[in-house]
Nanobody, 121 residues
Framework: VQLQASGGGLVQAGESLRLSCAVS????????MGWYRQAPGKERELVAG???????NYADFVKGRFTMSRDNAKKTVYLQMNSLEPEDTAVYYC????????????????WGQGTEVTVSS
């Protein structure tokens, strides 16, 4: 199973970015998908998470600015980030709970490689 994140970059405060994360491999099912971030010197924190049924939760610091969506058919999750602030500067990681074709009864957690977002003031 591989998670490939993309879409990071350098933007100015107030601008937008859209992150994508595609899950590939011998996948039977995906339940939870989420975005985390880790700023320099800080612990990794949850940004937004979504269940397969569509329920999405956001961290308070991104509510109203970020929107997470997922395309179950494409096994892809997106994070639309608007009104970016310098405090949003971090490496953003996608995360998914995946059951594979050979281990369909068990969901294991997988992480993407991270995509860097830098917001200048």
């Amino acid at each position: 199973v591989q998670l490939q994140a993309s879409g990071g970059g350098l933007v100015q405060a107030g601008e937008s970015l859209r992150l994508s994360c595609a899950v590939s491999g011998s996948i039977f099912d995906i339940n939870f998908m989420g975005w985390y971030r880790q700023a320099p010197g800080k612990e990794r924190e949850l940004v937004a998470g979504s269940t397969k049924g569509g329920s999405t939760n956001y961290a308070d610091f991104v509510k109203g600015r970020f929107t997470m969506s997922r395309d179950n058919a494409k096994k892809t999750v997106y994070l639309q980030m608007n009104s970016l602030e310098p405090e949003d500067t971090a490496v953003y990681y996608c995360n998914a709970g995946v059951a594979t074709s050979t281990m369909w009864y068990r969901y294991l957690e997988h992480w993407g490689q991270g995509t860097e977002v830098t917001v200048s003031s």
